[in-house]
């Protein structure tokens, strides 16, 4: 996959969940939550270009254990980051309900596809 492959479809995508993040933040019940679905979705976008990038010079790198050490990594961080996130924001902004997971843990999702179809293609290719 090129970069320009990547850039184009991670913006497509992202200007797909951000249309979704409009809508759902219209409803009532997740309108409080509005700061952190918007703070998600440009982690996410961050996090997608540090690994195509990281992935991607993994992937060239003599050692192919390379690339499945920064996979690994970076779906382990990612986890790590998205239990810290919801942990802090329930203690920090103590929402009424619970139903701030629903957007976070949607791009969550959605960004996790998105990743692991581009480091897929990534592993594909020739060192």
Known sequence: MSQRQFLIQLGLLSL???ILIFF???????QPSSLLSWA??????AMSVIMFFAGSR?????NKNDFTNAVLGFTVG????AI???????QLAQPADKL???????????YTIFETYF????????S
């Open 16 to 18: 797909s969940v951000a």
């Open 24 to 30: 759902l933040n219209r409803l009532p019940q997740l």
């Open 40 to 45: 998600s979705l440009a982690a996410f976008i």
């Open 58 to 62: 993994a992937a060239r790198s003599d």
């Open 78 to 81: 990612k986890m790590f980051l």
């Open 84 to 90: 810290l996130v919801i942990f802090g924001y329930s």
């Open 100 to 110: 701030f997971i629903i957007p976070f843990f949607s791009i969550y999702l959605i």
């Open 119 to 126: 480091m897929m293609k990534l592993g594909r290719m020739k």
